[in-house]
T-cell receptor, first 110, second 112 residues
Framework: DARVTQTPRHKVTEMGQEVTMRCQPI?????VFWYRQTMMQGLELLAY????????DSGMPKDRFSAEMPDATLATLKIQPSEPRDSAVYFC????????FGEGSRLTVL | AQSVTQPDIHITVSEGASLELRCNYS??????LFWYVQSPGQGLQLLLK??????LVQGIKGFEAEFKRSQSSFNLRKPSVHWSDAAEYFC??????????FGPGTSLSVIP
C-alpha cells in the first residue's frame, strides 16, 4: 500500500536548535508539498516542488526555513534556529493530481 | 489571489440527519477542486475530487459534492451522517502551476 512517509512523527526540542523533518513521497509522484497546521492559521502552504524543482516557497520564513529535494525519494524541511512559534504539525503530501498526505510531524519547540 | 473559504467553522448534526458543508473558491480559470477529511492526530484523506465533466461527483464514505461555476462553490453533502463522520473537513483548490491551497476547515460534530 503506497503511502507518504514522514519522520520524525514527534519532535520536542529547545529554542535555537536545528530541526530537520523528512518525507518520502509515493514512488512516481512528481509534486511534493510541505504544509504547516496550527489551530490559529489552519493549513498553510510552506513550499512545493515539481520534479524536484522548487516552484514556490513564499509561505516559508526565509531566514530560518529551508526546503529541499536531494533526490526523488526524499524531501526535507529544515528549521534553523527553531523558535517556540514554530510549534505545529508539519505535513508532507505528494501527487500527480490529488494529494496524498503523510501522517505529519508534530514539532514542539520549548 | 486564489483563495478558499469555508463559512462554517463548526457544525453539529444528529446521527442520521443530512449534512451540507459549504465551500467557495476564488480562482479565475476552471479549478480542480477537492474535499479532504482529517480525523484527530491523522493526516488528510481525500474524499472526492472534481477535475472536469459531471458537476456532481461521488466520493468515498457516501459523500458527494456539486460544482457550481456560477456560484464559485463546491459544497459537500451526505444524506445520512454516521457518528464516525465526526472530523475536520477541508475544501481545497488546485490552481495554476499545481499549487494546492486549502480552506480553513469545518469541524463536524455528530450527536448520537
Amino acid at each position: 500500500d503506497a503511502r507518504v512517509t514522514q519522520t520524525p512523527r514527534h519532535k520536542v526540542t529547545e529554542m535555537g536548535q536545528e530541526v530537520t523533518m523528512r518525507c518520502q513521497p509515493i514512488l512516481g509522484h512528481n509534486t511534493v508539498f510541505w504544509y504547516r497546521q496550527t489551530m490559529m492559521q489552519g493549513l498553510e502552504l510552506l513550499a512545493y516542488f515539481r520534479n524536484r524543482a522548487p516552484l514556490d516557497d513564499s509561505g516559508m520564513p526565509k531566514d530560518r526555513f529551508s526546503a529541499e529535494m536531494p533526490d526523488a525519494t526524499l524531501a526535507t524541511l529544515k528549521i534553523q534556529p527553531s523558535e517556540p512559534r514554530d510549534s505545529a504539525v508539519y505535513f508532507c503530501a505528494s501527487g500527480p493530481g490529488e494529494l496524498f498526505f503523510g501522517e505529519g510531524s508534530r514539532l514542539t519547540v520549548l | 489571489a486564489q483563495s478558499v473559504t469555508q463559512p462554517d467553522i463548526h457544525i453539529t448534526v444528529s446521527e442520521g440527519a443530512s449534512l451540507e458543508l459549504r465551500c467557495n473558491y476564488s480562482y479565475g480559470a476552471t479549478p480542480y477542486l477537492f474535499w479532504y477529511v482529517q480525523s484527530p492526530g491523522q493526516g488528510l484523506q481525500l474524499l472526492l475530487k472534481y477535475f472536469s465533466g459531471d458537476t456532481l461527483v461521488q466520493g468515498i464514505k457516501g459523500f458527494e459534492a456539486e460544482f457550481k461555476r456560477s456560484q464559485s462553490s463546491f459544497n459537500l453533502r451526505k444524506p445520512s451522517v454516521h457518528w464516525s463522520d465526526a472530523a475536520e473537513y477541508f475544501c481545497a483548490v488546485k490552481t495554476s502551476y499545481d499549487k494546492v491551497i486549502f480552506g480553513p476547515g469545518t469541524s463536524l460534530s455528530v450527536i448520537p
